[in-house]
């Protein structure tokens, strides 16, 4: 019996070039990333980090090179890779007049997702009682936060691209969302973390990749020492 | 693709429920162009009811581009818009969902607007089933046009100014076609005249239905 073919990347991208009018998002991108991987994309600020992600989700389209997603084309099958893939942004995609609980279903029912997983995702991210019933004009940022987080874990996607997904959130919540990065990669989800709090993702991540001026400019694998709390984490350049 | 669309306009259909911004601002707005309409006229009662099919259209088309501009600035609110792509929905199923639920909304602001021409214009309707046919048709023209220029000013920041430019001259169609329908069953009889005009309704809402349903993806990908 013939070998099973080995699954494609999650994430490969070449020579990746975006734009923004004449503007550069990015100049020249290579970068692959393995099934199950959590990676950290680090840089300043406007080295790319969004972009990279934005590029990866479909929702802007490479001027030259080539890139792949979960083994598709995110601009020629464009739906098939998006229903595969979550992105949590800087803006938390919640329309005010809807409460809380009609937000996350309709996120979920639009990205074609059963519903099963609603009440639980909504419980992690402690969305209970009332605030369930409060329309999302009336949330704070941080609140706001949580529901586009509960969004995510209710679908459970294969793909997480999480753009910053730390600010905003308090101390609850962020441990709430490293266990969820954490369960994503062990279930097998690819998870790809852009951020500027590297000490508290590399904690998660299995490589870190340094972004500057729309390339990459270095990887490192990061490595845990045995017995050590994760947060201990050895740097291998 | 038709459970995106009942999924979108639903959704649509249960913010304007809550917001109340179509009949708390456009309603009274299409109110107050008739009144103002009437002022405009003068005290001639004949004459405010040989116009009232022609005012009628002119303050739905007003109208219209208020619910179009409120059904692009729900999606444009908390990058919204960017929601709906990565959701993966069909995009066909988007435009009939949003088209739908503005369509549903003229509907109510049409009734509301139909009972101010009889009251204040004292227009007589002899044929009702035309101006029902020649109102659902229009509404179908209005809300399909609405939402694919409403799609094409919205990446933009001078949206609320464009999309009435674009939108007005389009539907101009609409405007003439309704007004001629209605002339038609406010004089009694159905005259050949009248169902002419209805097969440029139906033309116009098939071509823009269709398009919409087609150029939309690529409209939401580009703007």
Redesign the interface.
Known sequence: MAPAAPLPPALFLHDAVALSGRFPLLAGVDLEVANGETVLVEGPNGAGKTSLLRVC?G?V?LASGRVAVLGLDPVRQ??????R?G?L??????????TVR?NVR??V????AGTDRIDDACDRLGLTGRVLKT?AVKLSAGQ?RRVALAVLAARWPELWLLDEPHAGLDASARDTLDELIGEAASGGATVVVASHEAHQVEALATRAVTVAGGRVVSQRAIVRSAGKPAKDVAHVA | MWRDAALVAGKDLRIEARSRVGLSQVAPFGIVALVLFAFALGPDRSLMARGAPGLFWVAVLFCTVLAIQRSVSVESADGARDALRLSGMDPAGQFLGKAAAVAAQLVVLEVVLGMGVVLLYGAKIEVAWLIVVSSLLGTVGLAATGTLYGALSAGLRVRETLLPFLLLPIAAPILLAGTRIWQAAMVGGVPADGTQWLRLLVVFDAVYVAIGVVVYGPIQESA
């Not at chain 1, 464009?78 to 229903?83: A, E, K, P, T």
């Not at chain 1, 942004?89 to 809807?98: E, G, I, N, Q, T």
């Open positions: 989700a929702l389209p464009r739906n098939q890779v998006r229903r893939v992105m942004s800087h803006a938390s995609h919640l329309y005010d007049d809807l009609e309709f996120a029912r639009a990205a074609g329309s706001r």
